[in-house]
């Protein structure tokens, strides 16, 4: 065998034992067909999702926090009614698209958000550049003069009042990306002992592997399939025998990573 050859066959052979890792590009249609497959038990996400709500509207129960915000709620919202006030014209309307906006109740907080527009009204308002925070809303008023005012629905019953400030198309519409879609990881593992294989991420279970796989893809039943956020996540994966596993997974939009949990990659 010469060099190059060689050089080949290693390539190969580091793809092959990549511990059963890989991404697969998925739609809508395959998330739906695979919805009971997504862990829908995850208290971790959802309490991921209760706090980057509270913390949107500064209603965290730290109160040192919770001053602080309100503080720089008062100052930001200061600029932009004197910004608004020293305006003799406003856009006519706002043209379809998304748009970053500040948003705030006059008082607790005033948040960065992005908002689609559709025929000069506001169709969505979703939190933290990520689809998956849409904030549920009744409309009070269009969009006149660069603002509208909402009322947000919340989990409890009641609503927050806010206006929405499209500050930075004052001059020119200046559109921007729509949210970030969700992706999802599969973890799986073929030792015998996997349904007591528990899934951490930061201190926080996610879940668990349900039984033992030979093979897994994306959304396999017995799998722990997460729905998560773009980005990187840091993982801690426990069972008994003393057996673990540690490391850092991308989270790729519309992507589904599969990660296999066995004996060559335990820690």
Do not use: H
């Not at 008082?107 to 009204?121: I, P, T």
């Amino acid at each position: 065998m010469n060099k190059t050859s060689a050089i080949s066959l290693l390539i190969i052979l580091s793809a092959i034992s990549s511990f059963g890792q890989s991404y697969t590009r998925i739609n809508q249609v395959a998330v739906q067909q695979n919805y009971t497959y997504i862990n829908q038990n995850n208290n971790a996400g959802l309490n991921n999702i209760a706090y980057s709500i509270s913390s949107f509207r500064n209603a965290l129960a730290d109160e040192k926090i919770k001053l602080r915000e309100i503080e720089k709620a008062k100052s930001q919202l200061r600029i932009i009614k004197n910004l608004y006030s020293e305006r003799t014209t406003f856009p006519e309307t706002i043209i379809d698209g998304w748009y970053l906006v500040k948003v705030t109740d006059n008082f607790n907080y005033c948040s960065d958000a992005k908002v689609l527009v559709n025929e000069n009204e506001i169709k969505q308002i979703v939190i933290e550049n990520y689809a998956e925070l849409s904030l549920a809303f009744t409309p009070i008023t269009g969009i006149k003069n660069a603002k509208s005012t909402v009322n947000i629905n919340l989990k409890n019953g009641t609503t927050d009042t806010v206006e929405i400030y499209f500050l930075y198309d004052l001059d020119q519409p200046n559109t921007t990306s729509e949210p970030l879609q969700a992706g999802y990881v599969t973890f799986w593992s073929d030792l015998k002992n996997a349904k007591t294989i528990e899934i951490w991420f930061k201190k926080q279970k996610q879940g668990k592997i349900e039984k033992q796989l030979e093979e897994a893809e994306c959304f396999t039943e017995g799998g722990l399939t997460l729905k998560l956020k773009p980005g990187s996540y840091d993982f801690k994966a426990e069972s008994r025998g003393a057996k673990s596993w540690s490391g850092t997974i991308e989270i790729r939009e519309n992507e589904c990573y599969t990660y296999s949990l066995n004996k060559k990659n335990k820690d």
